[in-house]
């Protein structure tokens, strides 16, 4: 059963497929919203579809499309192009385990910069001392 939850899901969302993190996708590591800006859809296909997220409460869903919005959207640069099709999964992650799974992600980040790695220590204690998914995603990440 595909829904788009527009109201349902809490964003920021966390993408916990990403398999490794590096300084490249950072950026694509948290979605703010159910729309994807992109014309690509193979970049979507790698990065988005059948993504596991993670929203402000703990809830887990999947991406399982997008549903375009209009083809005349593609000829303007940073509008949103189409709209993001989510499952809700009818699951919850705990903080804990949200935790464990961003440091662990923080720490195979490979870097010979001894100031990203004094970053990345800073990053996880901020993580560490998180009260909720939500100081996380919003206030950390």
Do not use: C
């Amino acid at each position: 059963m595909e829904i788009n939850f527009e109201s349902k899901i809490i964003f920021p969302a966390l993408n916990l497929t990403t398999q490794e993190w590096d300084f490249n996708t950072l950026n694509d590591l948290k979605l703010e919203g159910r729309f994807f800006f992109g014309t690509n859809i193979l970049f979507f296909n790698k990065h988005y579809l059948e993504s596991l997220l993670v929203d402000l409460e703990g809830n887990l869903y999947k991406i399982t499309g997008k549903e375009d919005m209009g083809k005349w959207r593609k000829y303007i640069p940073f509008f949103m192009k189409s709209k993001i099709v989510f499952e809700d999964l009818n699951s919850k992650i705990s903080l804990d385990e949200v935790k464990k799974h961003i440091i662990s992600k923080i720490k195979n980040i490979k870097s010979s910069n001894d100031k990203n790695n004094k970053f990345f220590q800073e990053w996880i204690k901020k993580i560490e001392e998180s009260k909720s998914i939500k100081e996380i995603l919003i206030e950390n990440m």
